[in-house]
């Protein structure tokens, strides 16, 4: 089964820099990698998906890419903000996504103004 | 906008005491997962549903836990009995098909006493 690694400390970045967390998975390269925002006590709210034949993906201040080589993801926020304080979620999908989302533990991101 | 509803939002209940969560997903998604959260861990698959059959259950404590999607719309998850190691947020997702991002719901959460 697939293995997810978060940085499971949290981040702490001053308001204004940019934001890179890290998304590392163990066995085999999935179809599909996405990104989720979590805040305390609610659901996961999905931000981002990219598939295994791109490298890069944005939306508005956020990037993601996609290193298969690596069997790594990197997910930056710019221009970060307090609101930008979560925790985030990376999941991977395989192919036919037949086993569902697999999920890392999610960093605690804290932006301090 | 649409939303994944799920209920009820909070629910204690003593060991050993049956104890049920419900779902319904956004109108048209087929596929429907049923995730557990344990704070400070990212959500754990407990079974998918691919219309009102069950995709993957394998992490499915088929002992005392069951979950059904008659009618291929909402759903139902059952603890029965309830241990003390059960406590967790229950959240359920849709999703139009396997490979698309997942919608979650506010999910259910389980204090067993």
């Known amino acids: 089964s697939q293995k997810i690694e978060q940085n499971s400390e949290a981040l702490n970045i001053q308001e204004g820099k940019t934001a890179t967390l890290t998304c590392n998975y163990t066995n085999y390269s999935p179809a599909y990698l996405q990104w989720y925002r979590q805040d305390p006590g609610r659901g996961p709210v999905f931000l981002l998906l990219?598939?295994?034949?791109?490298k890069e993906k944005r939306k508005e201040r956020l990037k993601v890419t996609f290193d298969t080589t690596l069997k790594q993801s990197l997910f930056h926020i710019t221009a970060s903000q307090p609101a930008d304080s979560a925790t985030y979620l990376c999941a991977t999908v395989s192919g036919g996504g037949a086993d569902g989302l697999t999920f890392g533990k999610g960093t605690h991101l804290i932006i301090q103004p | 906008e649409a939303e994944v509803a799920q209920s009820p939002r909070y629910k204690i209940t003593e060991k050993s005491q049956a104890v049920a969560f419900w779902c319904d997903p956004i109108?048209?998604?087929?596929?429907l997962y049923w995730y557990r959260q344990i704070l400070g861990q990212g959500p754990e698959l407990l079974v998918q549903?691919?219309?009102?059959?069950?995709?993957?259950d394998s992490q499915l404590p088929k002992d005392r836990f069951s979950a059904e999607r008659l009618k291929g719309v909402d759903s139902t998850l059952k603890i029965q009995p309830a241990e003390l190691g059960d406590s967790a947020m229950y959240l359920c997702?849709?999703?139009?098909?396997?490979?698309?991002?997942?919608?979650f719901g506010q999910g259910t959460r389980l204090t067993v006493v």
């Open positions: 549903f691919q219309d009102e059959s069950v995709v993957d």
């Open positions: 990219i598939r295994e034949n791109e």
């Open positions: 109108s048209g998604h087929a596929t």
């Open positions: 997702a849709s999703s139009l098909t396997g490979e698309t991002e997942a919608f």
